[in-house]
C-alpha cells in the first residue's frame, strides 16, 4: 500500500508576518481599537443635539451632516478592523466577538441617526433647495439629491428607528451561512495526483476541479456536496431566510418588488437586469458549442460539472509563485501608465494583501478599500492554479479603483458602488489575457490561455447571470407566497442547470445543492454587476488599448470617480453605454468566436 502524507492547512499563529495584510494601518493593536470603541460609544450620543434643528437652517442642516460623517468615518475603520480580524480565522472567538460587539454598536448608531432622513425629507421643497444652494452645505449637495429620491420609500421616525434596530438580526443568516460553510463544516481529505492527502475545504476545492485526473476531480465534487446533501435542510432555511429579510424590506418600504428596491440606490432600471439574462439566453447556443468542444477534445464519453474547469490542455504546466504572478500583473497593466504600475506593484509587494490559504480562513478572495488604511486584498492563493493570478489582477483592479477614488473624492463620496466596481477589476482581466498571449510561446500555450479567456467569460458573464436570473426567480416565488423548500429551490435551481448547462450535458443529482452554497446569494441581486461589469471591461479595455490619451484619461477619469455620479453615467462618460445590449451582445460574439478559434488550434 502507497503511505501518503497528510498535509493541514497552517494555523494562523505560523504564517508569515511578510505574507499577511498590515492591519496596524487601521490600529495599531487591539487595544487601540478598544479604545476607538469607547469614544466612539460616548460620541455617537451626540446625535441627540441635532434632533429637531435640520429644517432650522443649512448651517444646523450641514452641521448634522458632518458629524455624521465623522461618526461614519469611524465607524468604517472600527468595523474594516474587526471584519479584516474574523477572516484570518473564522474559529478564533476573540474577533468574533469584537465583530458582535462592533454590530452592536454599529446598530445603536444607526438608532441614534434614525431621525436624519425622515427629518430631511419632511423639509418643504423649495426650502430645502435654498438651503443646498449656500456654500456651507457644498459638501452634501450631491448626498441630499440622492437622498430625495428615496422621499417616497421613507418611513416615519418612528418606524425609521424600529427599521434601524433589526440591523444586527438582519444579518444573522448570512453569519449563520458562514460559520457553517467555512468554519462547522468538515469535507475530509482527499488524495491528490502526488499521492498527498489534503484537506477538501471551500477553499481547496477548485484547486481539485482543476487537477488533470478526472477520478481526482470527481471524487472531490461527490465528497465535498456529501456535506451539502446531509445539511440540506438547514442551508435552505437559512437562504429563505435571507430572501424573505429582503421582501420583508422591501415591502416594508413600498417597493415594488425587492429587485426593484437593489437597483434602485444604483438607480439602474429593470430593463437592464432583464435585458442581460435575455441576451445571455439567446447566446446560450455558443455555451452548448464550448461544453461539446470540452467533451471532444478530453476525450470524453459525458461531460459534468467537473469537467468544465480543468484546462483543456491540462498537460501544460503554467506556475506562478507570489513574486512571479506580481510582476506578470504589473507588466500586463502597463497601458495604464507609470502611476498605476508603480503603486499597484509597492502594494502587493508589500502589505497589502494576505496571500495564502491557513486553517480557518475566510475562503474566496476580495478586496477591501479603506478610506483611513490600505486597500486591502484578501487571496488564498495556490501558485499552481493559473486562475488565482487572474484573482490577483481581479482584486488589484478593485483596490486601485479605491487608490484614486480616495486620492481624488472626499470621504463622503470615495466609496464606489459595486456596479463600477467589477469594471475595473475585469478590466484589469482583459489585459492580462492580451499581455499572456502576446508573450505565448506556442500554439499550445496560445489555446490554453483562449481557453483560459472562454472560462472567465463563461464564469462571469454566463455563470453569473444564471445566478441573477436565480435570485429573480426564488424572490419573485416568496413573492408570491410560495414555500422555499429544499424541494422548491432545487426545482427551480435544476431547470436553470438544465436550461444554461445543455441537453447533452450530464448534471450530477448533487448539483442543484449548489444554489445553497453560493455566498452572493445572501446579498441578493449583486451577481449581475460581474456580468455588466465584465461587459463593459471588454468595451473599454478594446478602447483603452486602441486609443491614445484621451481615453485613458477618460479611464482613469472613472477609476477617480468613486460615487460622484451615478453608475450608469460614470461608465456613459468613460465610452460605454450599459442601458443598451450592445455592450453584452458584443462580449457573447466575442466568447463565440473564441471557441471557434480555440477549436481551430485544437
Avoid at 418588488?257 to 437592464?272: G, H, I, M
Avoid at 484573482?391 to 486601485?400: I, V
Amino acid at each position: 500500500m502507497t503511505s501518503v502524507t497528510a498535509i493541514q492547512l497552517p494555523e494562523r499563529s505560523e504564517v508569515n508576518e511578510s505574507d499577511t495584510w498590515d492591519l496596524t494601518k487601521l490600529f495599531p493593536d487591539d487595544d487601540a481599537w478598544e479604545q476607538a470603541f469607547k469614544e466612539f460609544e460616548v460620541k455617537i450620543s451626540g446625535y441627540a443635539r441635532f434632533r429637531g434643528t435640520l429644517g432650522k437652517s443649512a448651517a444646523e442642516l450641514a452641521a448634522c451632516l458632518d458629524f455624521d460623517s465623522s461618526v461614519d468615518r469611524i465607524a468604517e475603520r472600527m468595523g474594516n478592523y474587526a471584519y479584516l480580524k474574523t477572516v484570518e480565522n473564522q474559529a478564533n472567538s476573540v474577533y468574533q466577538r469584537m465583530m458582535g460587539r462592533f454590530q452592536n454598536i454599529a446598530t445603536r448608531a444607526g438608532e441614534e441617526a434614525s431621525y436624519i432622513r425622515p427629518e430631511i425629507l419632511a423639509i418643504p421643497d423649495e426650502k430645502l433647495a435654498e438651503f443646498v444652494s449656500q456654500p456651507v452645505l457644498k459638501l452634501h449637495a450631491l448626498a441630499l439629491e440622492r437622498l430625495t429620491r428615496y422621499k417616497p420609500f421613507t418611513l416615519s421616525e418612528k418606524e425609521e428607528q424600529l427599521l434601524a434596530m433589526q440591523g444586527e438580526m438582519a444579518g444573522a443568516t448570512s453569519k449563520i451561512f458562514r460559520q457553517l460553510h467555512d468554519v462547522d463544516l468538515k469535507f475530509g481529505n482527499v488524495i491528490d495526483e502526488n499521492g498527498e492527502s489534503v484537506e477538501l475545504t471551500p477553499s481547496t476545492f477548485s484547486q481539485f476541479l482543476i487537477s488533470p485526473d478526472r477520478e481526482i476531480r470527481k471524487t472531490a465534487f461527490h465528497q465535498f456536496y456529501e456535506q451539502f446533501t446531509a445539511h440540506e435542510n438547514t442551508l435552505a432555511a437559512t437562504l429563505s431566510g435571507s430572501i424573505q429579510k429582503d421582501i420583508y424590506y422591501a415591502r416594508a418600504r413600498g417597493y415594488k418588488s425587492a429587485l426593484d428596491q437593489a437597483l434602485f440606490a444604483d438607480n439602474v432600471p429593470p430593463t437592464v437586469y432583464d435585458s442581460l439574462i435575455e441576451s445571455v439566453r439567446t447566446n446560450l447556443p455558443a455555451l452548448y458549442k464550448y461544453y461539446d468542444l470540452r467533451k471532444r477534445k478530453m476525450g470524453l464519453d459525458e461531460i459534468h460539472h467537473y469537467d468544465t474547469y480543468v484546462p483543456i490542455l491540462s498537460d501544460i504546466e503554467v506556475k506562478h509563485d507570489w513574486d512571479e504572478a506580481v510582476d506578470v500583473v504589473c507588466q500586463s497593466l502597463a497601458p495604464l501608465g507609470k502611476e498605476y504600475c508603480e503603486v499597484l506593484r509597492e502594494g502587493l509587494s508589500g502589505r497589502w494583501c494576505d496571500r495564502y490559504p491557513n486553517a480557518g480562513k475566510q475562503s474566496g478572495a476580495f478586496s477591501y478599500g479603506t478610506y483611513d488604511g490600505i486597500p486591502y486584498i484578501m487571496m488564498n492563493y495556490k501558485p499552481r492554479v493559473l486562475n488565482d493570478v487572474f484573482t490577483l489582477t481581479h482584486e488589484a483592479g478593485h483596490s486601485m479603483h479605491s487608490y484614486y477614488s480616495i486620492q481624488n473624492q472626499p470621504y463622503e463620496y470615495y466609496n464606489y458602488t459595486i456596479f463600477v466596481a467589477e469594471v475595473a477589476s475585469t478590466f484589469n482581466e482583459q489585459l492580462l489575457t492580451r499581455h499572456m498571449l502576446e508573450n505565448a510561446e506556442d500554439d499550445r500555450l496560445k489555446a490554453y490561455l483562449i481557453n483560459n479567456e472562454i472560462d472567465g467569460i463563461r464564469g462571469t458573464i454566463i455563470r453569473q447571470t444564471m445566478f441573477a436570473e436565480f435570485e429573480k426567480l426564488t424572490h419573485e416565488m416568496a413573492e408570491a407566497g410560495e414555500p422555499l423548500t429544499v424541494d422548491s429551490l432545487k426545482t427551480s435551481y435544476g431547470k436553470l442547470l438544465a436550461d444554461y448547462f445543455g441537453p447533452e450535458f450530464m448534471i450530477d443529482e448533487e448539483l442543484p445543492l449548489e444554489c445553497m452554497r453560493i455566498p452572493h446569494f445572501y446579498r441578493a441581486f449583486y451577481v449581475y454587476k460581474y456580468a455588466t461589469g465584465l461587459s463593459a471591461a471588454i468595451a473599454l479595455s478594446q478602447r483603452v488599448l486602441s486609443g491614445g490619451e484621451q481615453e485613458l484619461e477618460e479611464y482613469l477619469s472613472f477609476l477617480k470617480g468613486g460615487c460622484s455620479k451615478y453608475p450608469l453615467d460614470l461608465l456613459r462618460d468613460a465610452g460605454v453605454d450599459l442601458e443598451s445590449p450592445a455592450p453584452v451582445d458584443t462580449a457573447l460574439k466575442r466568447f463565440e468566436s473564441l471557441v471557434d478559434e480555440l477549436d481551430a488550434l485544437l
